[in-house]
C-alpha cells in the first residue's frame, strides 16, 4: 500500500478572495493525495482528523483553541458542530468550519478534489496580540493538520 502523499500547497485563489477572510493575515493550504479520498465526505474528514484523533491531542488542541487563542468554540456532541468548531457551510463538496475571539477569526475549509483533499486554513487578526501569538500556533497547526490527514488517509486505504 502506498504512502498517502500530504504536502503544502498555495491556498486556491478563488478561496481566499470571498467574505470577511478577503483580508486575511495568514493563508495554508496543504492537499492529501490519495485514491481514497472520495471515500469519505469533507465533512468526514474534518471529523475524523479533530476528533479521531486521540483524547491528549484532542484535550492539547482544545486547550490551545480556547485558552490560547480565546475561540469561541460550540457544542462537542452536536452534529452541527465538530469538535467544537461551527459547520459554517456545507455541501457535497466542501465543508467550511469557523471560530473567533477577541484576537483572531479563524477558518477551515476542507475542499474534495479529483485526486484529494485540499485543508485550507485562514486566519484574520483582529490585533498585534493575535497576529504574535499565530506565529507560535501557526508551526503547530501545520504539523498535526498533515499528520492528522496522513492517519486518516491511510486508515482510508484500509477499509
Same mark, same amino acid.
Not at 27 to 47: F, G, H, V
Not at 134 to 156: N, T
Given at each position: 500500500?502506498? !504512502?498517502?502523499l500530504v504536502r503544502?500547497?498555495?491556498?486556491p485563489p +478563488?478561496?481566499l478572495?470571498? /467574505?470577511?477572510?478577503?483580508? &486575511? =493575515?495568514?493563508?495554508?493550504?496543504?492537499?492529501?493525495l490519495?485514491?481514497?479520498?472520495i471515500s469519505?465526505?469533507?465533512?468526514?474528514? +474534518?471529523?475524523?482528523v479533530?476528533?479521531?484523533? =486521540?483524547?491528549?491531542?484532542?484535550?492539547?488542541?482544545?486547550?490551545g483553541?480556547?485558552?490560547?487563542l480565546?475561540?469561541?468554540m /460550540?457544542?462537542?456532541?452536536k !452534529?452541527?458542530?465538530?469538535l467544537?468548531w461551527?459547520?459554517?457551510?456545507s455541501d457535497?463538496?466542501?465543508?467550511?468550519?469557523?471560530?473567533s475571539?477577541?484576537?483572531v477569526d479563524?477558518?477551515?475549509?476542507?475542499?474534495?478534489?479529483d +485526486?484529494?483533499i485540499?485543508?485550507?486554513?485562514?486566519v484574520r487578526?483582529?490585533?498585534i496580540? /493575535?497576529? &504574535?501569538?499565530?506565529?507560535?500556533?501557526?508551526?503547530?497547526?501545520?504539523?498535526?493538520i498533515?499528520?492528522?490527514?496522513?492517519?486518516? &488517509?491511510r486508515?482510508?486505504a484500509?477499509?
Amino acid at each position: 500500500m502506498a !504512502t498517502p502523499l500530504v504536502r503544502r500547497v498555495d491556498a486556491p485563489p +478563488a478561496a481566499l478572495a470571498t /467574505g470577511r477572510f478577503a483580508d &486575511a =493575515g495568514y493563508a495554508w493550504a496543504c492537499e492529501c493525495l490519495t485514491q481514497k479520498a472520495i471515500s469519505l465526505t469533507p465533512e468526514q474528514w +474534518a471529523r475524523a482528523v479533530f476528533e479521531g484523533s =486521540g483524547l491528549p491531542l484532542r484535550a492539547f488542541m482544545l486547550f490551545g483553541w480556547k485558552v490560547g487563542l480565546g475561540l469561541k468554540m /460550540g457544542s462537542l456532541k452536536k !452534529t452541527s458542530h465538530v469538535l467544537g468548531w461551527p459547520i459554517v457551510d456545507s455541501d457535497r463538496g466542501s465543508v467550511t468550519l469557523e471560530a473567533s475571539s477577541r484576537i483572531v477569526d479563524t477558518q477551515n475549509v476542507i475542499v474534495m478534489g479529483d +485526486a484529494g483533499i485540499t485543508w485550507i486554513t485562514r486566519v484574520r487578526f483582529t490585533n498585534i496580540v /493575535g497576529r &504574535a501569538l499565530w506565529v507560535f500556533a501557526a508551526p503547530i497547526h501545520q504539523y498535526l493538520i498533515c499528520r492528522a490527514l496522513k492517519r486518516v &488517509a491511510r486508515s482510508a486505504a484500509e477499509s
